[in-house]
């Protein structure tokens, strides 16, 4: 769900699938459909992480901190 940090991260079917729920069924069956994607997936993800690769950084993280002190002080 929406309180899941993962799907912050999770393109749903583009790198990966986040588990509704955290039930043992509901995270299997999200495991399943990774194995059952397989290169189709691998390869998407590789795309979804290039182009994700700068926001996902530690620099862009911190600059974004950053800037919301920034702003605070503003």
């Not at 790198?15 to 509704?20: E, H, I, L, R, S």
């Not at 530690?58 to 503003?74: F, G, I, N, P, W």
């Amino acid at each position: 769900g929406d309180d899941n940090a993962a799907s912050e991260f999770v393109a749903e079917g583009e790198n990966g699938f986040v588990a509704p729920t955290a039930s043992a069924t509901d995270v299997a069956t999200a495991i399943v459909r990774v194995y059952e994607a397989g290169a189709e997936l691998r390869e998407t993800t590789l795309a979804w992480f290039r182009r994700n690769a700068k926001r996902l950084s530690l620099a862009d993280s911190l600059e974004v901190v950053l800037r919301s002190y920034a702003d605070a002080d503003a």
